[in-house]
């Protein structure tokens, strides 16, 4: 794996990209024992307006925090998908919400693509897990932080009443990964 | 690798968690403070940790009252901490300045965003660096920190406390809106592996003490108000005993000192850090979370064959004249990328005595500065 | 000659700066008077002022005084407080740093009801920046920057402190010295927020606008224009608007802000944990 | 005319009156507002309690003094 990773987990505000970016950096900082760091950028209001969440992943001390081109790219909205992808590295990943980004650029890259927020909403009756289902996916899917670790990270960061059904999205994530690989 | 078990002092901290948790390491037990983005979560920490400690925290009417209730509450005794930004800044300055001329330690951030006004209020800036210096009006000293991680705004909000108490100052913290919301690893030290500075205390009884007579480190001993030692605080300038003077030679010797209590502390008081400066032939001068893209600049043009280096101060006010003047003589060219037009690029210029050229590099459109454009700067002045 | 009040004030700052006949000196002595009668230990006592000529009251007692910046002693007073609660903190404001750049502190501090004694002496001028109109000038009143009379509406500072949630509200004169001493008395002993209003005389800057050129005729003036409470009480609506009540308004028992906040600590202490 | 003192004191068989003249500004509140015409101005509009022997002790010349410059000795609490 590359000493550093990019990640940018883009959306919309009130997708929990936020806290999906809190949760890898927390895998890979505080479990996998890596350097971390995550950002983020969004607007005045708490919901509903362009959200894009970054993490960047090191074995090393990482000296520039925000992402410079992305290894990996999430995108759960057409407009983030739109605006993000232009960062993408030549040989990173992009993942997007199929029923959200209908449109899917024209690149080159490793695309995958899955109706997350429908899953989400069909399995466990809320879309609030969308977060977590696409996190699974991404770690299915690169092994950025360690399966292990983005389980103990979801597990903390979590209220109690949810650890349950955040858990069982996760390892869903990780299903869809292993069906998206094998479908590549 | 790791066994994948969490360490009780190894955290993802947010750079404003992270002010608040070095707060509480330092002994801080008061904060007033008004919500303010992007600097509200020290608010929030401040709200839910100080009364598990026997802290107290109080949300004023608005940032002017902050300021009074935080010299209030230290002159009463508590280290105390208020945080806030640009439009707050400003309306602390006058109280600021009470705190100056009082010499009553407390710390106060300003997690900044983009101004003038309001602004850019969920993004970046260094647009206050020099308002740190200048905000509140009169002639008057005063040191500021700028840290550039996550685990520098722990280290450094306990250094701000510490200065504070040791040479009766208010001291300012500049975060910026990228650090103060950043999520970082930080190891958390152990309290027994901290350095607590507390005010000095008066060793005479009541009655012989001058509250505002200077021992010879220029820094006058501070009675907590009821603690036995009954004196007048006032924010006209004063005489050993606090009370107003209009005495011309008494007024001179008290701005004097103000400023030499710093001033002849300065080696302690400046840190700064260097990456690659040994044998760089181009520096860079770099602060805050601009420093990390400019660490990150060094190594792309090392790689490129450029003897870059840089310079990233952690102390802002006082300025390290000496530093930048020494580092003029050793270099060509010195950049100052900075999230503003041109602040503190015109403090290096003025300490580099025109001994290298110095060029301001400047971004205001609310992003950081990234790695490749400072690089982008450094070609452009080497084809000059 | 030597009385209570030689006990309480710095006497190498006398005579006072305050011009002849000012009311400034009565209030003091009011309010000297009134601590001496609580027999309270000076080493706790902390008096704050703002700024202004009634700010200067706290260079001349012998507590512990802080005279801080315009309008905010109430918020500085408010640190204090909430940093050592076994304090008696005194406020001292007048009347434009009171209820207009510190308006909203004042009110605020009533919200609370933060254990603090709000002293407003009111001369209904700035004096010290040469009799420019305040919230508190009468409609009508001149002022140097009132040239051709005030056009504006006057507030009740006692009605604003009662509707901010005060604990304790009165209105006293220096007209009448042993009632402002009992009332200051009373506020003091009151536990939360408590607002005295002493109406004062201003000669040389009211007064001299308003054909009241003597500390004498201030004083004449301050009598006539103020009734006890009861008086007041059975005014129809156009007499009111010529006088002041003076006397107690209300005093109730609210637990003051220190107290509820002991709660918070005993709250956030067995929940425990550093989360 | 005799040099007045800076602290000068008029006494009776009941009563004591100081008038600190340092600290005096000559307000003439005290004169115009006792109850019993006991004080009169001198050439400095300074009070002196001419008529001493009508002194009530009501105290009030001293409660309103705005400068702490008079006092009355011996005053019993009154209502005014």
């Given at each position: 794996m590359k000493e550093r990773i990019e990640i940018c987990l883009s959306g919309s505000g009130g997708q929990g990209l936020i806290l999906a970016g809190i949760i890898l950096a927390e895998a890979a900082g505080?479990?996998?024992g890596k350097e971390a760091v995550q950002s983020q950028s969004y607007g005045p209001e708490a919901r509903g307006g362009a959200s894009r969440s970054e993490v960047v992943i090191s074995n090393n001390t990482i000296d520039y925090p925000k992402v410079i081109k992305s290894d990996i790219l999430l995108a759960l909205t057409q407009t983030a998908c739109d605006k993000y992808v232009k960062n993408l590295n030549k040989d990173g990943i992009l993942v997007a919400d199929s029923t959200l980004v209908t449109e899917v650029p024209n690149i080159s890259n490793k695309i995958y693509l899955f109706p997350i927020a429908e899953t989400a909403q069909k399995k466990f009756g809320t879309k609030l897990v969308t977060n977590i289902i696409s996190l699974g996916i991404i770690v299915g899917l690169t092994e950025v932080v360690s399966q292990e670790a983005i389980k103990k990270a979801v597990c903390f960061r979590v209220p109690v009443k949810a650890k349950e059904v955040n858990e069982k999205a996760l390892l869903l994530g990780f299903d869809i990964a292993k069906d998206l690989k094998t479908k590549k | 690798m790791n066994n994948l078990k969490k360490k009780k002092n190894i955290k993802l901290l947010q750079g404003n968690e992270a002010c608040a948790e070095g707060a509480l390491l330092a002994g801080v037990k008061f904060f007033a403070g008004y919500p303010i983005t992007p600097s509200s979560e020290i608010a929030e920490n401040m709200a839910r940790k100080l009364p598990k400690i026997g802290g107290k925290f109080i949300q004023m009417e608005d940032e002017i009252a902050s300021m009074a209730a935080v010299i209030g509450a230290s002159i009463a005794g508590l280290k105390s901490l208020t945080a806030t930004s640009g439009p707050g800044m400003c309306l602390k300055q006058e109280n600021l300045g009470f705190a100056i001329i009082n010499e009553i330690p407390c710390v106060v951030v300003n997690a900044q965003r983009g101004g003038p006004s309001t602004g850019l209020p969920t993004k970046p800036s260094q647009g206050d660096m020099m308002q740190a210096r200048w905000g509140t009006h009169g002639d008057h000293p005063i040191i500021a920190l700028a840290p550039s991680t996550v685990n520098e705004i722990l280290t450094l909000t306990i250094k701000a406390f510490n200065f504070s108490e040791k040479y009766r100052t208010p001291v300012i913290l500049l975060l910026d809106e990228v650090i103060a919301h950043m999520r970082e690893k930080v190891e958390i030290p152990a309290p027994e592996n901290i350095e607590v500075i507390n005010r000095k205390k008066p060793t005479v009884p009541p009655e012989e003490y001058l509250p505002f007579k200077p021992d010879e480190d220029g820094v006058p001993p501070m009675a907590n108000f009821g603690e036995g030692y009954r004196y007048h605080i006032t924010g006209l300038i004063h005489n050993y005993k606090g009370l107003p003077t209009s005495n011309s030679q008494e007024i001179d010797a008290f701005i004097r000192r103000l400023h030499n209590k710093i001033q002849k502390n300065i080696k302690d008081i400046i840190i700064y850090e260097k990456y690659s400066l040994d044998d760089a032939k181009i520096a860079l001068i770099a602060y805050g979370s601009v420093a990390r893209a400019a660490e990150r600049t060094v190594k792309l043009a090392r790689e490129e064959g450029l003897k870059v280096g840089l310079l990233k101060l952690l102390t802002i006010w006082p300025f390290p004249f000496e530093e930048v003047n020494r580092l003029a003589q050793q270099v060509d060219l010195i950049i100052v990328p900075e999230m503003n037009l041109g602040q503190i690029v015109l403090e290096a210029e003025r300490a580099a005595q025109g001994k290298c050229r110095v060029v301001p590099y400047g971004r205001v459109d609310g992003e950081l500065i990234n790695p490749i454009e400072i690089l982008g700067k450094i070609w452009e002045e080497i084809r000059k | 000659m030597k009385t209570v009040i030689n006990n309480y004030i710095?006497?190498?700052?006398?005579?006072?700066?305050?011009?002849?006949?000012?009311?400034n000196g009565i209030v003091l002595g009011a309010i000297i008077r009134a601590i001496d009668d609580l027999n309270w230990d000076k080493d706790k006592i902390v008096a704050v002022s703002g700024i202004?000529?009634?700010?200067?009251?706290t260079g001349y007692?012998?507590?512990?005084?802080m005279n801080t910046t315009h309008g905010r002693a109430l918020p500085f007073a408010t640190g204090i407080k909430m940093a050592n609660p076994d304090l008696k903190v005194i406020v001292v404001m007048g009347d434009g740093d009171c209820s207009a750049i510190g308006g909203n502190h004042f009110i605020h501090a009533a919200r609370r009801n933060i254990d603090l004694t709000a002293i407003i002496i009111n001369n209904?001028?700035?004096?010290?920046?040469?009799g420019q109109y305040s919230p508190l000038t009468p409609t009508g009143k001149f002022g140097s920057t009132a040239p051709y009379g005030n056009i504006d509406q006057s507030f009740d500072l006692c009605e604003l402190a009662i509707a901010a949630g005060a604990s304790y509200v009165a209105r006293g004169t220096v007209y009448n010295p042993r009632q402002s001493t009992s009332l200051i008395k009373n506020a003091l002993d009151k536990k939360g927020f408590s607002v005295v209003e002493i109406i004062s005389d201003c000669p040389v800057s009211y007064g001299k606008m308003n054909k009241m050129k003597s500390p004498v005729d201030m004083l004449k003036w301050i009598k006539d224009i103020t009734v006890s409470k009861k008086v007041w009480e059975g005014l129809s609506p156009d007499e009111k608007k010529e006088k002041y009540a003076i006397g107690e308004f209300l005093s109730k028992d609210r637990p003051d802000y220190t107290e509820l906040y002991e709660e918070i600590i005993k709250k956030a202490q067995e929940r425990g944990g550093n989360k | 005319m005799k040099q007045k003192k800076l602290l000068e004191v008029y006494q009776n068989n009941s009563v004591k009156i100081s008038v600190r003249r340092e600290w005096c500004k000559s307000c003439g509140i005290c004169i115009e507002f006792c109850p019993k015409d006991v004080l009169v101005p001198d050439d400095q509009q300074k009070p002196i309690p001419e008529n001493i022997d009508a002194c009530i002790k009501c105290g009030l010349c001293e409660l309103r003094c705005p400068d702490f410059a008079i006092t009355v000795e011996g005053v019993e609490e009154k209502d005014e």
């Amino acid at each position: 794996m590359k000493e550093r990773i990019e990640i940018c987990l883009s959306g919309s505000g009130g997708q929990g990209l936020i806290l999906a970016g809190i949760i890898l950096a927390e895998a890979a900082g505080i479990y996998d024992g890596k350097e971390a760091v995550q950002s983020q950028s969004y607007g005045p209001e708490a919901r509903g307006g362009a959200s894009r969440s970054e993490v960047v992943i090191s074995n090393n001390t990482i000296d520039y925090p925000k992402v410079i081109k992305s290894d990996i790219l999430l995108a759960l909205t057409q407009t983030a998908c739109d605006k993000y992808v232009k960062n993408l590295n030549k040989d990173g990943i992009l993942v997007a919400d199929s029923t959200l980004v209908t449109e899917v650029p024209n690149i080159s890259n490793k695309i995958y693509l899955f109706p997350i927020a429908e899953t989400a909403q069909k399995k466990f009756g809320t879309k609030l897990v969308t977060n977590i289902i696409s996190l699974g996916i991404i770690v299915g899917l690169t092994e950025v932080v360690s399966q292990e670790a983005i389980k103990k990270a979801v597990c903390f960061r979590v209220p109690v009443k949810a650890k349950e059904v955040n858990e069982k999205a996760l390892l869903l994530g990780f299903d869809i990964a292993k069906d998206l690989k094998t479908k590549k | 690798m790791n066994n994948l078990k969490k360490k009780k002092n190894i955290k993802l901290l947010q750079g404003n968690e992270a002010c608040a948790e070095g707060a509480l390491l330092a002994g801080v037990k008061f904060f007033a403070g008004y919500p303010i983005t992007p600097s509200s979560e020290i608010a929030e920490n401040m709200a839910r940790k100080l009364p598990k400690i026997g802290g107290k925290f109080i949300q004023m009417e608005d940032e002017i009252a902050s300021m009074a209730a935080v010299i209030g509450a230290s002159i009463a005794g508590l280290k105390s901490l208020t945080a806030t930004s640009g439009p707050g800044m400003c309306l602390k300055q006058e109280n600021l300045g009470f705190a100056i001329i009082n010499e009553i330690p407390c710390v106060v951030v300003n997690a900044q965003r983009g101004g003038p006004s309001t602004g850019l209020p969920t993004k970046p800036s260094q647009g206050d660096m020099m308002q740190a210096r200048w905000g509140t009006h009169g002639d008057h000293p005063i040191i500021a920190l700028a840290p550039s991680t996550v685990n520098e705004i722990l280290t450094l909000t306990i250094k701000a406390f510490n200065f504070s108490e040791k040479y009766r100052t208010p001291v300012i913290l500049l975060l910026d809106e990228v650090i103060a919301h950043m999520r970082e690893k930080v190891e958390i030290p152990a309290p027994e592996n901290i350095e607590v500075i507390n005010r000095k205390k008066p060793t005479v009884p009541p009655e012989e003490y001058l509250p505002f007579k200077p021992d010879e480190d220029g820094v006058p001993p501070m009675a907590n108000f009821g603690e036995g030692y009954r004196y007048h605080i006032t924010g006209l300038i004063h005489n050993y005993k606090g009370l107003p003077t209009s005495n011309s030679q008494e007024i001179d010797a008290f701005i004097r000192r103000l400023h030499n209590k710093i001033q002849k502390n300065i080696k302690d008081i400046i840190i700064y850090e260097k990456y690659s400066l040994d044998d760089a032939k181009i520096a860079l001068i770099a602060y805050g979370s601009v420093a990390r893209a400019a660490e990150r600049t060094v190594k792309l043009a090392r790689e490129e064959g450029l003897k870059v280096g840089l310079l990233k101060l952690l102390t802002i006010w006082p300025f390290p004249f000496e530093e930048v003047n020494r580092l003029a003589q050793q270099v060509d060219l010195i950049i100052v990328p900075e999230m503003n037009l041109g602040q503190i690029v015109l403090e290096a210029e003025r300490a580099a005595q025109g001994k290298c050229r110095v060029v301001p590099y400047g971004r205001v459109d609310g992003e950081l500065i990234n790695p490749i454009e400072i690089l982008g700067k450094i070609w452009e002045e080497i084809r000059k | 000659m030597k009385t209570v009040i030689n006990n309480y004030i710095r006497e190498g700052m006398f005579p006072n700066i305050w011009c002849p006949g000012c009311g400034n000196g009565i209030v003091l002595g009011a309010i000297i008077r009134a601590i001496d009668d609580l027999n309270w230990d000076k080493d706790k006592i902390v008096a704050v002022s703002g700024i202004g000529c009634s700010s200067r009251i706290t260079g001349y007692v012998d507590f512990c005084t802080m005279n801080t910046t315009h309008g905010r002693a109430l918020p500085f007073a408010t640190g204090i407080k909430m940093a050592n609660p076994d304090l008696k903190v005194i406020v001292v404001m007048g009347d434009g740093d009171c209820s207009a750049i510190g308006g909203n502190h004042f009110i605020h501090a009533a919200r609370r009801n933060i254990d603090l004694t709000a002293i407003i002496i009111n001369n209904m001028i700035y004096g010290m920046t040469g009799g420019q109109y305040s919230p508190l000038t009468p409609t009508g009143k001149f002022g140097s920057t009132a040239p051709y009379g005030n056009i504006d509406q006057s507030f009740d500072l006692c009605e604003l402190a009662i509707a901010a949630g005060a604990s304790y509200v009165a209105r006293g004169t220096v007209y009448n010295p042993r009632q402002s001493t009992s009332l200051i008395k009373n506020a003091l002993d009151k536990k939360g927020f408590s607002v005295v209003e002493i109406i004062s005389d201003c000669p040389v800057s009211y007064g001299k606008m308003n054909k009241m050129k003597s500390p004498v005729d201030m004083l004449k003036w301050i009598k006539d224009i103020t009734v006890s409470k009861k008086v007041w009480e059975g005014l129809s609506p156009d007499e009111k608007k010529e006088k002041y009540a003076i006397g107690e308004f209300l005093s109730k028992d609210r637990p003051d802000y220190t107290e509820l906040y002991e709660e918070i600590i005993k709250k956030a202490q067995e929940r425990g944990g550093n989360k | 005319m005799k040099q007045k003192k800076l602290l000068e004191v008029y006494q009776n068989n009941s009563v004591k009156i100081s008038v600190r003249r340092e600290w005096c500004k000559s307000c003439g509140i005290c004169i115009e507002f006792c109850p019993k015409d006991v004080l009169v101005p001198d050439d400095q509009q300074k009070p002196i309690p001419e008529n001493i022997d009508a002194c009530i002790k009501c105290g009030l010349c001293e409660l309103r003094c705005p400068d702490f410059a008079i006092t009355v000795e011996g005053v019993e609490e009154k209502d005014e």
